[in-house]
């Protein structure tokens, strides 16, 4: 079993759809936890992180599920330039390490 | 903003060739990280480096060395390049405030091994 596990995807919905996912993760005592973006041959960059009472930050929103341990990120009215791959990031272990996962893609279409 | 910039965005070395991937920041962070990234398996830690001359082995570190001798520089290094070494590598540096952690990563170097 993978430590971080994300639906791969594709998810393809229009602009202005609701979109949301999820991932799972091994280490019920994990404490920080994050959702990065990246765009097409570009490199990751922090989105958001994720606090035990969920939190949002415009358009998306991340919720914690401690007790079946994942994380969520829903992002609302969907603009072109959501397309992109989200890694879910979990700090597994409480230390300097991250563990990534392998990203749910995201497209949104006109 | 911070700025961590990689020494090539392609590479294209033979098999048993030493290579050498450098990474540099600006914002003075002690923790730095190198990574590879292949389809489907996401990033994968090669090398961590909390200060100077400190260093610590990720997942991966097979074939890979690494050597920070200034704060703002770690370097990657594979001894003898082999073609499993074709992949992604993200050099990343770490900021910490409080309970919030951000890693910055610089653009990425991809590697072929022929």
């Known amino acids: 079993r993978k430590e971080v596990e994300q639906d791969p995807g594709p998810f393809n919905v229009p602009e202005g759809a609701t979109v949301a996912f999820n991932c799972t993760y091994s280490n019920s005592a994990s404490q920080s936890f994050f959702w990065y973006r990246q765009d097409c041959r570009k490199e990751p960059k922090l989105l958001m992180s994720v606090y035990s009472s969920g939190n949002e930050d415009g358009r998306f929103t991340a919720q914690l599920n401690r007790a079946s341990q994942y994380i969520s990120l829903l992002i609302r009215d969907s603009k072109l330039s959501d397309s992109a791959t989200y890694l879910c990031v979990v700090n597994l272990s409480n230390d300097y390490k991250l563990s990534f996962g392998a990203g749910t893609t995201v497209t949104v279409r006109a | 903003d911070v700025k961590v910039t990689q020494s090539s965005r392609y590479l294209v070395k033979r098999t048993g060739e030493k290579v050498f991937l450098e990474c540099v920041q600006d914002?003075?962070?002690?923790?730095m990280f190198w990574y590879r990234q292949d389809p489907g398996l996401g990033l994968r830690l090669i090398y961590f480096?909390?200060?100077?001359?400190?260093?610590e082995k990720g997942d991966i570190p097979e074939g890979y060395s690494v050597s920070r001798e200034k704060k703002e520089r770690f370097s990657l290094i594979l001894e003898s390049a082999s073609t499993n070494q074709t992949s992604m590598y993200l050099c990343?540096?770490?900021?910490?405030?409080?309970?919030?952690?951000?890693?910055?990563f610089g653009p990425g170097t991809r590697l072929l091994v022929l």
């Open positions: 480096s909390y200060d100077v001359k400190m260093k």
């Open positions: 914002m003075d962070h002690e923790n």
């Open positions: 990343a540096s770490r900021s910490i405030r409080g309970l919030q952690e951000t890693q910055y």
